[in-house]
T-cell receptor, first 113, second 117 residues
Framework: DAGVTQSPTHLIKTRGQQVTLRCSPK?????VSWYQQALGQGPQFIFQ???????QRGNFPDRFSGHQFPNYSSELNVNALLLGDSALYLC????????????FGPGTRLLVL | QQQVKQSPQSLIVQKGGISIINCAYE??????FPWYQQFPGKGPALLIA?????SEKKEGRFTISFNKSAKQFSLHIMDSQPGDSATYFC????????????????FGKGTKLSVKP
């Protein structure tokens, strides 16, 4: 049973560019959340998708957008990249229901030059 | 505004010793408190979690102690081993969110644990 998978593992972009990160949830999970983890910090919640819609959003600008597909996989898009967007981007999935745990993928390391 | 405060920032423990990491939260609506372990280059992995209706939960060498009135919870790692060397994050979530009881997780800043052989 595959866990949460993310691609790519590493990415280098320049300021002003756009990036798309991808996530496949754990089998049986239908809810996907994205987190940004800056170096030496804890993960920060970006947004959560369920039934192909954004359900909750953290304190991130509109440059951060996402999408969820019918197979529950998800994309995170970041436009107009800033140096401060350099971070590890984590995807977490869970199944709906009480006391369900979020499982994290290995992350995508984004470096903005 | 940081809603979950974690301490210490780093911790060095001898093999076989007890590692203790503390967290404090502000939002009384939180009702789920997990601890995650993260190794370099990896995503966080769930270690153990607790809800406010119990004061302690133990799984193997890992124990969470929870003090609802003080709004504090802690992770105890008994018989610490060099393989436990990692960064540990406490987190919290709460309130009824769409689709279930867990919404987004609010993380502490992490504690880097080093267990010396």
């Amino acid at each position: 049973d595959a866990g949460v998978t993310q691609s790519p593992t590493h990415l280098i972009k320049t300021r002003g560019q756009q990036v798309t990160l991808r996530c496949s949830p754990k089998s049986g999970h239908d809810t996907v959340s994205w987190y940004q983890q800056a170096l030496g910090q804890g993960p920060q919640f970006i947004f959560q998708y369920y039934e192909e819609e954004e359900r909750q959003r953290g304190n991130f600008p509109d440059r951060f957008s996402g999408h969820q597909f019918p197979n529950y996989s998800s994309e995170l898009n970041v436009n107009a990249l800033l140096l401060g967007d350099s971070a590890l981007y984590l995807c977490a999935s869970r199944a709906r229901g009480f006391q369900e745990t979020q499982y994290f993928g290995p992350g995508t390391r984004l470096l903005v030059l | 505004q940081q809603q979950v405060k974690q301490s210490p920032q780093s911790l060095i423990v001898q093999k076989g010793g007890i590692s203790i990491i503390n967290c404090a939260y502000e939002n009384t609506a939180f009702d789920y408190f997990p601890w995650y372990q993260q190794f370099p280059g990896k995503g966080p992995a769930l270690l153990i979690a607790i809800r406010p209706d119990v004061s302690e939960k133990k799984e193997g060498r890992f124990t969470i102690s929870f003090n609802k009135s003080a709004k504090q919870f802690s992770l105890h790692i008994m018989d610490s081993q060099p393989g436990d060397s990692a960064t540990y994050f406490c987190a919290a979530s709460g309130g009824m969110n769409y689709g279930g009881s867990q919404g987004n997780l609010i993380f502490g800043k992490g504690t880097k644990l080093s267990v010396k052989p």
